[in-house]
């Protein structure tokens, strides 16, 4: 599957987003997606991940309650909404599809193909 990010910027602390990743090329809808973010020098962490149907979502700690992924199965997209943002956020952030089909068990997410990254750049 090919999947395309866009929607990162810069903006201010407590300031929001909303990220889209839009995909291509497999049956979109029996694919958990997710979304990670990597920082320099630090190793990709998982932010959020959403089962086919969209009925199981699972979340890092740190963003719950301030970010919120949803899908669209109708349009390939996948999308992070992120408000209260805190320079903490700041990271390149990656769209991801889950490498089996009908994963319910979004915490077990393994990835299967990624996204290029977007930056995103909270400002202090």
């Known amino acids: 599957v090919q999947l395309q990010a866009s929607g990162g910027g810069l903006v201010q602390a407590g300031g929001s987003l909303r990220l889209s990743c839009a995909a291509s090329g497999r049956p979109f809808s029996r694919y958990a997606m997710g979304w990670f973010r990597q920082t320099p020098g630090k190793e990709r962490e998982f932010v959020a991940a959403?089962?086919?149907?969209?009925?199981?979502?699972y979340y890092l700690g740190s963003v719950e309650g301030r970010f919120t992924i949803s899908r669209d199965n109708a349009k390939n997209t996948v999308y992070l909404q992120m408000n209260s943002l805190k320079p903490e956020d700041t990271a390149v952030y990656y769209c991801?599809?889950?490498?089996?089909?009908?994963?319910?068990?979004?915490?077990?997410?393994?990835?299967?193909?990624w996204g290029q990254g977007t930056q995103v750049t909270v400002s202090s």
């Open positions: 991801a599809a889950d490498s089996r089909e009908n994963n319910n068990f979004v915490r077990d997410f393994r990835v299967g193909s």
């Open positions: 959403i089962n086919w149907s969209g009925n199981n979502i």
